[in-house]
């Protein structure tokens, strides 16, 4: 299981998330300082457990839903968070 594969299921069973998709993006990094230590991800996550939270404290759900998981083998994370009805205004029916 790749990378990305473990990060997607991870979030999808500790958060229950309705969507999740994981990018890979660690290719477009090699050579900056810090690359070898992880993988750089790119991250849409939708999930009721989002309602009434601001951009950050998402975040830190997340981070938590990762634990160890974050601190090893994820260098850098872009994460784009979602809940139900915020993903069906936007339009967003499957990955961006």
Known sequence: MSGA???AEELRRTLAADHVTVE????LHRGHAGAEEGGHFD????ASRFEDLDPIARHR???EALGDLAAHGI????????TPAEWRRAGESGPP
């Open 5 to 7: 594969e473990r990060l």
């Open 24 to 27: 890979d993006e660690s290719v």
């Open 43 to 46: 991250v849409v996550i939708v």
């Open 61 to 63: 759900v997340v981070y």
């Open 75 to 82: 260098h850098a994370l872009a994460l784009r968070t979602y």
